[in-house]
């Protein structure tokens, strides 16, 4: 998947979404609770609450992520 310049991520466009319409390939694939719990301990980036029910994560921190790892988990 090509990664946008600026903006920001939602969680089921970084881990992707099978079931989506059209499906959603993963940048990282991990699950959802794999997910949290790196993010709890840091191994993956923080995210930013944009509304009360709306979390993203910066395409810069994704993208830093993965030339961190050099591409892997």
Same mark, same amino acid.
């Given at each position: ?6 903006? #920001?991520?939602?969680?089921? !466009?970084?881990?992707?979404? =099978? +079931? $989506?319409?059209?499906? &959603?390939?993963?940048?990282? =694939?991990?699950? +959802?609770?794999?997910?949290? !719990?790196?993010?709890?301990?840091? %191994? #993956? =980036? +923080?995210? &930013? %609450? ?5 979390? $993203?994560? =910066?395409?810069?921190? &994704? %993208?830093?992520? &993965? +030339? %961190? ?5």
């Amino acid at each position: 998947m090509q990664l946008p310049d600026t903006g #920001y991520l939602r969680l089921s !466009q970084i881990i992707g979404n =099978p +079931k $989506a319409n059209p499906p &959603i390939p993963a940048i990282i =694939p991990v699950s +959802k609770s794999t997910w949290w !719990q790196g993010v709890r301990t840091g %191994r #993956y =980036p +923080k995210p &930013i %609450r944009l509304g009360p029910r709306i979390t $993203a994560w =910066p395409v810069e921190s &994704i %993208r830093e992520f &993965i +030339k %961190r790892t050099g591409g892997g988990i």
